[in-house]
């Protein structure tokens, strides 16, 4: 036998065995990892979408909380989990479209397998207390009078909020002071004592804390804060979310992600899945691997520029 037919006839054995797992996939319980603590946003979609998933996948789905480093640890643990199916990850933007680019990680946008889009939590521009003006237009006159007038918080240095304020920030031509915090209860609570100007969250956190809404980064206003403009309306096309969805390890077998896809789908549009979203203030959005992995890689490249901007881009 030839060299050149050996190798085909190995190829084929492995396909035909790849082939045969797939098939029986899955026999087992699978692990979902979360790369934040209990109790977060991540952490309570991936507990809303489990139900409805694990039944349709037939198989028990077991969520692990690993956090830290802004959730590159568990998506670190993630991209080096086997192919095999029974390890994926619900994980949002920013570890994946952001961190990549302000640390040495063992994975990027480009090298995950990407299942689907499970949701979408729009970001809203909130004034804080005793802020000196009171709508999108007095920020920007306040931003524009003096260097550094504009005082904003964060909830951490590179975080979803903090590149979208930037991107802001830069069209509409301003510098602004910024004051990270260690996570929105913080910051909410330094809004709260005029410490802060404004901050850009998730909806829950102005409702929750009775703060008003300058502005939201949606395509369309959102019914809970009606009066509130999109930035498209006032002249900055400029639209972000904190949205997240399931990946896997790279060179998970296409037939596997097919089924995980499958059974992602039918969770995403379940009652029971949209009723969550609906009560954390978020929205249940499918979409499948492909667009998913095209949103994230899109995602990825406008974060490069902006953490290149602001002196964050790794060495």
Do not use: W
């Not at 969770?267 to 899945?273: A, I, K, L, P």
Request: aromatic content about 6%; glycine content about 8%; proline content about 8%.
């Amino acid at each position: 036998m030839t060299l050149r037919r050996a190798v085909a006839c190995v190829a084929a054995i492995a396909l035909s065995a790849g082939a045969a797992l797939a098939q029986d996939y899955p026999t087992r319980a699978i692990t979902m990892i979360v790369p934040y603590p209990p109790g977060g946003n991540t952490d309570l979609m991936a507990r809303a979408l489990q139900p409805e998933f694990s039944r349709a996948l037939g198989q028990p789905v077991v969520i692990v909380n690993r956090g830290g480093a802004a959730g590159s640890i568990g998506t670190t643990e993630l991209a080096r989990a086997r192919p095999d199916g029974y390890t994926i990850a619900m994980v949002p933007n920013n570890p994946v479209t952001a961190q990549p680019h302000l640390n040495r990680l063992q994975y990027s946008a480009e090298t995950l397998r990407y299942i689907c889009l499970v949701y979408d939590n729009p970001q809203v521009l909130v004034l804080g207390r005793n802020a000196p003006f009171r709508d999108y237009a007095g920020m920007v006159a306040h931003a524009k009078s003096a260097e550094e007038a504009l005082v904003y918080g964060s909830p951490g240095q590179g975080s979803t909020q903090h590149l979208l304020m930037a991107q802001l920030l830069r069209a509409i031509g301003v510098r602004a002071l910024h004051v990270p915090y260690q996570g929105a209860g913080p910051m909410a609570q330094a809004a709260l004592g005029g410490q802060i100007m404004v901050f850009i969250e998730s909806p829950t956190i102005p409702t929750n804390n009775n703060l008003p809404v300058l502005a939201v980064f949606s395509r369309e206003r959102l019914s809970s804060f009606p009066e509130a403009p999109t930035l498209a309306e006032v002249g900055v096309p400029i639209a972000g979310a904190s949205h997240g969805g399931l990946v896997a390890p790279d060179g998970l077998p296409d037939a596997i992600a097919a089924k995980l896809e499958a059974a992602c789908e039918t969770g995403v549009n379940s009652e029971t899945f949209r009723a969550a979203a609906i009560r954390l203030a978020a929205v249940a959005r499918y979409l499948p691997g492909a667009q998913f992995r095209e949103r994230f890689v899109a995602e990825s490249e406008a974060n490069k520029g902006t953490i290149a901007a602001l002196g964050l881009a790794r060495e």
